[in-house]
């Protein structure tokens, strides 16, 4: 019994110090914690409840030429919900959702039950995104600390669909995917700030004052060579000549041959960077330097270079190309029509496959070749945009019996437009190649100079003599009795070539065409190079016909924008003895009276009534200043006055006038305005009295105060 409880008390006093014991250990861990390892412990707390969140750059614009913004960003905001953030409840609830809807276009019922759907424990739950910044404040109004309101960056791209194919696009993570957005990517980035915040039991992000910041390095800016008005024009012109062609496509390049600067690129169908999904893919790719075409009759100026040069053929030199057809080693060569004997300079002119093929002969294969290489043939032209094709020109060892003559007409060789438009970019820069390329300088976020593409010179192609003997030769092209009769304009010289190719498809060459022509102006002292190609027309596929009129409407409003070409045109006919008669019928007579006298035109009236019916010489003929018009006037309207022509009408004289009068009456007239500058009317392009088409685009010029040429109306 006594040991029994001797055990037992034991036990308990072994228990009784354990029990002691166990506060000890405590007090001994408290002091460890609290005074030995107290500040090390605090410092790993902070560093886990730490944490850092990005600050985002923004994205660099990319401006044209003039500073214009095409490409610039937006803030956009996501909103959430933490339906478990203490002191929110059901009527807190109703207010936040019908807040949200009012500004977000939903309706509560549908976020209530988006909220009710979530997970139960979920403390984040997105109800909108995209939400601009006007609607956001709206809701940060509501001082509800259980709405989260996240900021974002979209790009904007401010014209839409201008210079799609050049600017490019990017992805719901701001990568540039194509264009400008992903050569320079880079560079347009920037560098995320970082910014310390805390993160509480739960999670969720604590911002603390004077938590320490890395501000972000943000984007660099891109000033281009585009301009935006150019570039307006150029597409406008290219989708008409599409859709008046009936074609599948199209593309032009505008640039400058002494610099190598593009002024204009675009591609028709075209696509909406801020959408781009929206397109299918055929239309985002840039196809000007993605696609390789054979270019047909515009490569002739390869053939046409190698055999002045090295003296093998004389332009007055003759050659018999019969019935407009010849059998070369087995291949049937076709002219597209039947032109007897021609001399060489006639066999640009009207581009006989049979002659250009026949030159060829002279020159050996390894001539050819080199000849193209330095025209930049073969290899990529280095511009800056991503994506380009270096083209197929096979050395001459691969070459078979029939591939010389073909090759030298612009088969069996294959080009991106890019290096096509280089190539007579060079033959109007005296044979001098240029490096093409989109943008001028990069600039960091204080405007300072980060990068300059300067003109860089590939090499010398052809010789200024060659230049000399050829360039009257690509004149005469542009010329009543050439293949671009089309694309000519009175008063300015212009020197091109047109090209029509058929396409090799599945094995063989199929009756799908490429109509293109290449051109410069003026051709004494080229400014502009302008390529246009469109892609299978239906209406017809001749060069000159198709891409010819396309070439002509942009060469057009450029001279009326382009204040050296300009000078070149008559300003002032005022003081000539012959005024030529403006169509004033239909006017009241008090609006004719007012219109004349802009014209310096002495008027008689005859006849009664208000409205003017008929005139003596008729609109558009001339008059001697000193003599009068005659003017009859009616009481009413023949419908035969007041109809403008479907097709063509006279230009009116608008100088003198008011830009707000002038723009009316050429609106009146039928055509649409483009105007530069303000106050009077000191200069119009196309001129007075030409025949025009309605419906296209006249240019007036005012002389006020310098201002900085704006888009016009593009008619999308």
């Not at 995104?129 to 259980?146: H, K, P």
């Not at 039991?201 to 911002?207: D, Q």
């Not at 199209?250 to 400058?256: P, T």
């Not at 190598?260 to 781009?276: E, L, Q, T």
Request: no cysteine.
């Amino acid at each position: 019994m006594t040991d029994s409880k001797e055990f037992i008390l034991n036990r308990m006093f072994v228990v009784f110090g354990l029990m002691l014991l166990i506060p000890l250990v405590i007090g001994l861990q408290i002091v460890r914690v609290q005074i030995l390892e107290g500040s090390q412990l605090r410092a790993l707390w902070n560093a886990q409840a730490m944490d850092v969140i990005p600050i985002p750059a923004q994205r660099g614009l990319i401006l044209d030429s003039s500073g214009r913004e095409l490409v610039g960003n937006t803030v956009t905001y996501t909103v959430a919900l933490d339906p478990h953030f203490p002191g929110f409840g059901s009527d807190e609830l109703r207010t936040f959702t019908r807040a949200l809807a009012s500004v977000a276009g939903g309706t509560p019922a549908s976020y209530q039950q988006r909220i009710r759907s979530a997970h139960p424990r979920s403390r984040y739950i997105v109800l909108e995104r995209n939400l601009s910044a006007e609607a956001t404040e709206q809701l940060r109004e509501l001082g509800m600390r259980a709405v989260i309101l996240e900021e974002q960056y979209r790009r904007r791209y401010n014209f839409e669909t201008l210079a799609s194919h050049v600017v490019g696009y990017v992805n719901h993570e701001l990568t540039g995917m194509s264009g400008l957005e992903s050569s320079y990517n880079s560079h347009l980035s920037g560098v995320d700030g970082q910014r310390q915040v805390r993160r509480d039991r739960s999670g969720r992000i604590r911002a603390y004052v004077g938590a320490p910041r890395r501000l972000p390095q943000q984007g660099h800016t891109l000033i281009t060579t585009i301009d935006a008005h150019i570039q307006a024009i150029a597409e406008e012109e290219l989708k008409k000549g599409v859709q008046r062609a009936l074609a599948r496509r199209g593309s032009i390049i505008v640039m400058d041959p002494k610099t190598g600067a593009i002024k204009a690129m675009a591609s028709y169908p075209d696509f909406d960077p801020n959408h781009p999904a929206s397109s299918p893919p055929e239309n985002r790719r840039n196809t000007i330097i993605s696609d390789m075409i054979e270019p047909g009759s515009t490569f002739k100026l390869v053939t046409a270079v190698a055999a002045v040069e090295n003296g093998l053929v004389d332009l007055d030199e003759t050659f018999d190309t019969g019935d407009g057809r010849r059998l070369i080693s087995g291949q049937m060569m076709r002219d597209h029509d039947p032109m007897g004997t021609v001399s060489f300079h006639e066999a640009i002119r009207k581009s006989s496959n049979i002659a250009t093929s026949e030159v060829a002969g002279r020159l050996s294969s390894d001539m050819l070749y080199q000849y193209a290489r330095n025209l930049g043939f073969g290899s990529q032209t280095y511009i800056d945009l991503p994506g380009e094709e270096a083209g197929r020109l096979r050395k001459p060892y691969e070459w078979s019996a029939v591939s010389k003559p073909w090759i030298s007409i612009g088969y069996e060789v294959q080009v991106n437009l890019m290096q096509l438009a280089q190539a007579y970019a060079a033959f109007a820069n005296d044979g001098v190649i240029m490096r093409p390329h989109v943008v001028d300088r990069v600039l960091d976020e204080r405007g300072r100079v980060v990068h300059q593409n300067r003109p860089e010179t590939i090499r010398r192609a052809i010789r200024p003599e060659t230049i000399t003997k050829l360039r009257p030769v690509f004149e005469s092209v542009v010329s009543d009795s050439g293949t671009a009769a089309y694309a000519r304009i009175d008063g300015f010289s212009i020197a091109g070539k047109t090209g029509t190719a058929q396409k090799y498809i599945d094995g063989r060459y199929r009756a799908r065409y490429i109509a293109s022509f290449a051109g410069f102006f003026p051709s004494e002292n080229p400014r502009y190079v302008t390529l246009v190609m469109i892609d299978e027309p239906r209406l017809s596929y001749y060069g000159g016909f198709i891409a010819g009129p396309v070439f002509r409407n942009v060469a057009l409003r450029l001279v009326g924008l382009d204040d050296e070409l300009h000078l070149r045109l008559p300003q002032d006919e005022f003081r000539l003895p012959l005024a030529v008669v403006p169509d004033i019928r239909g006017m009241h007579r008090d609006e004719a009276r007012a219109v004349l006298s802009d014209y310096n035109i002495r008027h008689r009236f005859t006849g009664t009534g208000d409205y003017v019916v008929a005139l003596a010489p008729e609109p558009g003929g001339q008059i001697q200043r000193s003599d009068p018009l005659r003017i009859t006037l009616s009481h009413s309207i023949s419908s035969d006055t007041t109809r403008i022509s479907e097709r063509h009408a006279a230009i009116p004289d608008v100088r003198g006038m008011s830009m707000r009068k002038a723009s009316a009456w050429l609106r009146q007239s039928g055509f649409d305005v483009e105007m530069v500058g303000s106050g009077t009317v000191y200069a119009q392009f196309p001129l007075a009295g030409q025949q025009y088409r309605t419906g296209q685009t006249v240019t007036i010029r005012g002389r006020a105060r310098d201002l900085p040429t704006i888009l016009s109306h593009r008619g999308r």
